[in-house]
Structure formats: structure tokens, C-alpha cells
């Protein structure tokens, strides 16, 4: 079945360590993003990319980086986490921006930071 | 400013009631509204779309009503089951304008449970 891939689930690293979140996606669609969602909050949007043009959202931090290095593929790179970048990663894939850009979703990665 | 409110925040229903669940929603210019599923510590699993030029959408038991005038759209769920106990998401897409480009907004959900 044609789908979206986050490794790993569950990710522990140490305050200050850099983490790298891997989204795969079957679905061969030209958008990928990565949302941040915190406890009982809504999903944030970090950044995306429309095939390897790559789109940073305003209230990003730069401690948040993402490569893509081909279609299926695409990283989400925290440099230095904090305590407040403990969160469920979610990676999700669209055919096009839009307007009808129906959103596909991954799993999550949930992201616990000591 | 797009704002997405979801009232209300947790909800507890005994098995075979319908389930109402209310999105609303500050600007009317959007494409579409999307409801999602999230089980705990899992990722969103798409419902229902409803593009903006539609006032309801069906799958299943579930059914979803679009009032873009309004700001408002409902997911009902008929004879609610234990398995339908998550958390239900809505996401509105705004029109595309040099910096929105679309992109979707949520909601910080309703947390449902249906007991047996």
C-alpha cells in the first residue's frame, strides 16, 4: 500500500544532542511537510517542500533544519533540542500546494528530550 | 488572522449515541475543511474533505456539514462504538494568497470517548 514512513516512532536523546526524524512516502507526491504537535495542542506547521524548493514558516526556530535529498525522502534535523522540542514529529505528503491539496499523514515520531 | 476553535475539548458518550462533534472557524475564505482522526500517540488519519462549495460530505456513519457563511462545519458520528474513541481534528485551507499558499490551519481537537 502506498504510504507515509516515519523512523523511528519513538526517539530519546539528551538535552543539547542533535536528533535527525526521517519521513519516507511511497505515494510519489511532490509536497513534503513536517508539523510539530505538542500535548492537546493543533498541529504546527515548521516547513515544507514543493519537490526541492524549500519553504520555512516565519515563527520556525533555526535550531530546525530539513534536507530532502530525492522525492521519497525527507529529514527533519533538530540541532540542539531543548526541553521544549519534546513533541509528536508528524510528516505529511500532498500531490500539489493547492487548492485541493488533501493531506496525507504519517504516524509520527514522538520525540523525548532529558 | 484564520482561527480554528473545536468546543468542546473532551467529550464522553455511552456506546450507540450519536456523536456531534463542531468546528468553527474566524475567516470564510477557504478551499476546503478536512477532518482528521488521531489515536493516542499516533499520526492524523483523514475522514472527510469538504470543498468549500459543499455543504456536506459522507462516508460510512460519518458525516460532515460545511456552513462557510457561518464559520462552521459538523462531523456527526452515528451509533457511536467503543472503537470510535480518539481525538477528531478539523483543518480549514485557507485561499492561497503570496504567503498562505493554502496551507492548512487546525484545530486543537475534541477528545472522544465512547464507553461501552
Known sequence: DAMVIQNPRYQVTQFGKPVTLSCSQTLNHNVMYWYQQKSSQAPKLLFHYY????????DTPDNFQSRRPNTSFCFLDIRSPGLGDAAMYLCATSIRLYPYNEQFFGPGTRLTVL | K???????AALSV?????LVLNCSFTDSAIYNLQWFRQDPGKGLT????????QREQTSG????SLDK????????????????????LCAVRRVGTTDSWGK?????GTQVVVTP
Request: hydrophobic share 30%; charged share 20%; net charge negative.
Open chain 1, 51 to 58: 519537490d526541492k524548493d524549500f519553504n520555512n514558516e516565519a
Open chain 2, 2 to 8: 484564520q482561527e480554528v476553535t473545536q468546543i468542546p
Open chain 2, 14 to 18: 455511552p456506546e450507540g449515541e450519536n
Open chain 2, 46 to 53: 483523514s475522514l472527510l474533505l469538504i470543498q468549500s462549495s
Open chain 2, 61 to 64: 456513519r460519518l458525516n460532515a
Open chain 2, 69 to 88: 457563511s457561518s464559520g462552521r462545519s459538523t462531523l456527526y458520528i452515528a451509533a457511536s462504538q467503543p472503537g470510535d474513541s480518539a481525538t477528531y
Open chain 2, 104 to 108: 492548512l490551519q487546525f484545530g486543537a
